[in-house]
């Protein structure tokens, strides 16, 4: 029988999203707009402007309406240490989603060098089995993309591969500094644990992990040659092809 009914979906909201530094707009991003105040602190965390939570004093979201599309500025208030050093290699950078070089103008302002991070037993014996627990219990905490079906995750999990925390985004960048910024805000940061995600890996989400010390990132994708490399040098476990049956290690750590 022909179906006459009207069909209704739900679809992602994406808003542009300015990220502003005591009183200068930085960065321009399309986001989810739910979770901001995490994805601010997560992104100023994870791209270097500041050094820690505590350099951050307070965050402020306001709502707007810019050519008849609603947009969001958070305003940050950051110390004047990291603020001076913002100012100094200050660019204009308007990222899309699926892009992590917007705005910088030349091969000299890449930033891909990451330190090698202090080695971590659990991390040596990370197994398969463990990441893909995590992973398969992803879809179950994302609510949003339950709904509408287009939003990236990225996923906390316990060293034994409990998942504890999951954020959303149309933007797998932006899921990343949400939940960043989350585990900052909750003091969590620096705790044993793993990320999986549900994009590939590309070099600016091993970047980030690498910045604040997360020791493996797991993704159900394949990773670039280039995060692979950066993860190699940063001492990050990688993986990725992460789909059961199987979960392929691209960086083998050592124990010594």
């Given at each position: 029988?022909?179906?006459?009914?009207?069909?209704?979906?739900?679809?992602?909201?994406?808003?542009?999203?300015?990220?502003?530094?005591?009183?200068?707009?930085?960065?321009?991003?399309?986001?989810?707009?739910?979770?901001?105040?995490?994805?601010?602190?997560?992104?100023?965390?994870?791209?270097?402007?500041?050094?820690?939570?505590?350099?951050?004093?307070?965050?402020?979201?306001?709502?707007?309406?810019?050519?008849?599309?609603?947009?969001?500025?958070?305003?940050?208030?950051?110390?004047?240490?990291?603020?001076?050093?913002?100012?100094?290699?200050?660019?204009?950078?308007?990222?899309?989603?699926?892009?992590?070089?917007?705005?910088?103008?030349?091969?000299?302002?890449?930033?891909?060098a990451v330190p090698p991070m202090p080695q971590h037993a659990w991390v040596t014996q990370?197994?398969?089995?463990?990441?893909?627990?995590?992973?398969?219990a992803m879809p179950a905490l994302q609510v949003l993309n339950a709904r509408c079906g287009?939003?990236?995750?990225?996923?906390?999990?316990?060293?034994?591969?409990?998942?504890?925390?999951?954020?959303?985004?149309?933007?797998?960048?932006?899921?990343?500094?949400?939940?960043?910024?989350?585990?900052?805000?909750?003091?969590?940061?620096?705790?044993?644990?793993?990320?999986?995600?549900?994009?590939?890996?590309?070099?600016?989400?091993?970047?980030?992990?690498?910045?604040?010390?997360?020791?493996?990132?797991?993704?159900?994708?394949?990773?670039?040659?280039?995060?692979?490399?950066?993860?190699?040098?940063?001492?990050?476990?990688?993986?990725?092809?992460c789909r059961d049956p199987r979960a392929v290690l691209y960086t083998s750590l050592s124990?010594?």
């Amino acid at each position: 029988m022909p179906f006459d009914g009207v069909l209704t979906d739900t679809v992602a909201a994406e808003v542009p999203v300015a990220l502003v530094f005591n009183g200068i707009s930085h960065a321009v991003m399309m986001a989810t707009p739910q979770d901001l105040e995490a994805f601010a602190l997560g992104f100023a965390l994870s791209e270097g402007i500041l050094d820690t939570p505590q350099d951050c004093f307070g965050i402020e979201v306001h709502t707007t309406t810019v050519a008849a599309v609603q947009s969001v500025e958070v305003h940050l208030d950051i110390a004047a240490r990291c603020f001076a050093r913002l100012k100094e290699r200050r660019r204009s950078l308007a990222g899309a989603t699926g892009c992590g070089l917007c705005g910088v103008d030349s091969l000299q302002a890449l930033d891909l060098a990451v330190p090698p991070m202090p080695q971590h037993a659990w991390v040596t014996q990370l197994q398969a089995a463990t990441v893909l627990r995590a992973l398969q219990a992803m879809p179950a905490l994302q609510v949003l993309n339950a709904r509408c079906g287009s939003l990236h995750a990225a996923g906390w999990a316990s060293p034994e591969g409990e998942l504890l925390q999951v954020m959303e985004d149309v933007g797998r960048h932006n899921a990343l500094d949400k939940l960043l910024g989350a585990r900052a805000q909750a003091g969590l940061l620096g705790e044993a644990g793993f990320i999986v995600m549900s994009s590939r890996a590309s070099y600016e989400l091993v970047r980030k992990c690498a910045r604040l010390q997360v020791r493996a990132l797991a993704t159900i994708s394949a990773p670039t040659d280039l995060a692979i490399s950066i993860a190699r040098g940063a001492g990050l476990q990688l993986w990725g092809l992460c789909r059961d049956p199987r979960a392929v290690l691209y960086t083998s750590l050592s124990t010594s």
